[in-house]
């Protein structure tokens, strides 16, 4: 099985420097078009599906590159989304400064710990992936979560390719 991994178009809070982690944001027309451009390269690529995280800014770059590139979308689930940052989501570099000072990552309250994310990561590519879709290939608008988990129980090297 192939698996594409593909972070959801630019928001306004990518452009303001917040943190969205599990928060619902929407996509900038800015990261619709990202998407669609993205589905246009696509299209006529041999992928199978589309799986992406409930949120709706993945939900709707999923959308539009399965519109575009005429790759169905196969479902959503909310084990694909964001870790959740707690009392990080919604602020900025300078609030969270202020608020927790240089060691804001280890002292604000409310974070999903990296354990969780890689067990919740790892059942659902397990289960999903890994296990419903043998010789095919998947493109994901997911987070770190499904991509690191479902690499690293498999053994593949994971690449970042950038447009």
Not at 8 to 23: D, F, P, S, V, Y
């Amino acid at each position: 099985m192939i698996l594409g991994f593909v972070r959801h178009g630019t928001t306004e809070w990518n452009k303001a420097g917040r943190m969205q982690g599990q928060l619902d944001t929407d996509l900038t027309d800015e990261g619709r078009e990202q998407a669609a451009r993205l589905g246009k390269a696509l299209r006529g690529t041999p992928w199978t599906g589309i799986v992406s995280s409930d949120l709706r800014r993945a939900r709707e770059t999923a959308e539009l590159i399965a519109a575009h590139a005429g790759i169905p979308l196969l479902t959503t689930d909310a084990r694909l989304r964001e870790k959740s940052f707690g009392e990080l989501e919604g602020t900025t570099v300078a609030e969270r400064l202020e608020r927790w000072g240089e060691n804001w990552r280890a002292l604000a309250p409310g974070q999903e710990s990296d354990e969780a994310v890689w067990r919740v990561g790892s059942i659902f590519t397990s289960t999903l992936f890994c296990g419903n879709m043998p010789g095919g290939s998947c493109l994901s608008s997911p987070t770190a979560r499904s991509s690191a988990a479902c690499c690293n129980s498999k053994g593949w090297s994971r690449r970042t390719i950038r447009s």
